[in-house]
Nanobody, 128 residues
Framework: QVQLVESGGGLVQAGGSLRLSCAAS????????AGWFRQAPGKEREFVSA????????DYADSVKSRFTISRDNAKSTVYLQMNGLKPEDTAVYYC?????????????????????WGQGTQVTVSS
């Protein structure tokens, strides 16, 4: 069973950048598709981005496409989310998710199906 720990959140001004990291332990990381979700106060958790087991395929929500970049380093068991051009509406708790032996499309379903592992979240606040 994999454990996920996010880091890299913080307070940034609009237009700024942050890089989130999600460090995995307790398993062979390359068996997991992975991704990021976010949850703003009073809103449901929403999909942000996903990456396939070896990084060859990525997926993004329309709201972050061209601003955010997901990547992974299986040797370090870590997934990253580079966030550029941050907007106040990007303010949320960001969660890492992973799912074993499944395709990248399965990450989008992490909020509606069982079988995903979650981290504890990291707060991102973007001031205007």
């Amino acid at each position: 069973q994999v454990q996920l720990v996010e880091s890299g959140g913080g307070l940034v001004q609009a237009g700024g950048s942050l890089r989130l990291s999600c460090a995995a332990s307790g398993g062979t990381f390359s068996i997991y598709a992975a991704g990021w979700f976010r949850q703003a106060p009073g809103k449901e958790r929403e999909f942000v981005s996903a990456i396939s087991r070896y990084g060859g395929t990525t997926d993004y929500a329309d709201s972050v496409k061209s601003r955010f970049t997901i990547s992974r380093d299986n040797a370090k068991s870590t997934v990253y989310l580079q966030m550029n051009g941050l907007k106040p509406e990007d303010t949320a708790v960001y969660y890492c998710a992973a799912r074993s032996f499944d395709g990248i499309d399965s990450i989008r379903r992490c909020t509606t199906t069982t079988g995903c592992y979650w981290g504890q979240g990291t707060q991102v606040t973007v001031s205007s």
